[in-house]
């Protein structure tokens, strides 16, 4: 599986990428990636795409193309690569240090321990550091969120418990993690009122774009449902974080959307 996946990445980034940053990609991707799950490719090609500078239309396709190419048939995938990875990584090694001479040992007077203070220290390096979320994922999500509530209440307004009954329904069978889906049951329950922006991941964030996106087609049918993401879209393209992370980065789980 790890070499269908080392051969999926050369075939999608050795376009972008040099041998050497192609590399380092393919080692990120031999240390890091654990699975094959929409969340696990998005998390992969934005590590690579942050580390090269790569710009939103090439990470959108790469989301797209490495998806594909880790299901394409294994004679149409470049040769695995990892012969050409740890020749790499040999070269890069460098030559370990001649020995040094020993130095007399002198005699170590072992320090008075105060028992209090060590067990402050160990309780402080206990504590779990938390992994920072950037913001700009939430406060999208959050405008696109806000105008398709609106949307839908404003010319729609009977629809809009409908809406929120199907996203419910379609909450548990996605793969956003629980305290995400708890807090978007818990944003339906004052939908109007609601900012929307929710504390996920951009990969968690678009699998809930999904859901509702899917809940909008049972009410409103495809091409009621893509335009209303349309309107939501154009909003969410007017905040100043759309410079820093473009919404249709959460479209990326939804097949075939043309909009």
Do not use: C
């Not at 040769?79 to 001649?98: G, I, K, S, T």
């Not at 203070?117 to 999500?141: D, G, K, R, S």
């Not at 339906?188 to 087609?217: C, K, M, N």
């Amino acid at each position: 599986m790890q070499a269908t996946r080392r051969r999926a990445a050369v075939s999608v980034f050795s376009d972008l990428l040099d041998e050497t940053a192609l590399t380092e990609a393919l080692w990120l991707q031999h240390e890091s990636m654990r699975g094959e799950n929409v969340s696990d490719i998005i998390a992969f090609v934005d590590a690579v795409a942050q580390r090269n500078l790569l710009d939103v239309a090439s990470v959108k396709r790469l989301y797209n193309g490495f998806y594909k190419a880790l299901r394409e048939s294994p004679e149409r995938l470049p040769l695995d690569p990892w012969p050409a990875m740890q020749a790499a990584r040999a070269a890069a090694r460098p030559p370990a240090p001649p020995p040094k001479a020993v130095a007399p040992v002198a005699p170590v007077i072992s320090p008075v321990i105060n028992p209090v203070a060590a067990a402050l220290a160990a309780a402080q390096a206990a504590v779990p550091v938390q992994t920072l979320v950037p913001e700009e994922p939430p406060v999208i999500f959050g405008a696109l969120m806000r105008a398709i509530v609106s949307e839908v209440f404003q010319h729609h307004r009977e629809a809009l418990d409908e809406v929120r009954k199907d996203a419910l329904q379609r909450l548990d069978d996605s793969m956003a993690v629980p305290a995400l889906r708890q807090q978007f049951r818990s944003g339906w329950s004052r939908a109007l009122q609601h900012d929307w922006q929710l504390s996920g991941t951009h990969a968690d964030l678009a699998e809930l774009t999904r859901v509702v996106y899917l809940a909008l087609g049972d009410a409103f049918g495809r091409a009621g449902a893509d335009h209303v993401l349309k309107r939501g879209l154009d909003a969410a393209e007017a905040v100043p974080e759309a410079k820093v992370f473009a919404p249709r980065r959460l479209l990326v789980t939804i097949k075939g959307l043309r909009i």
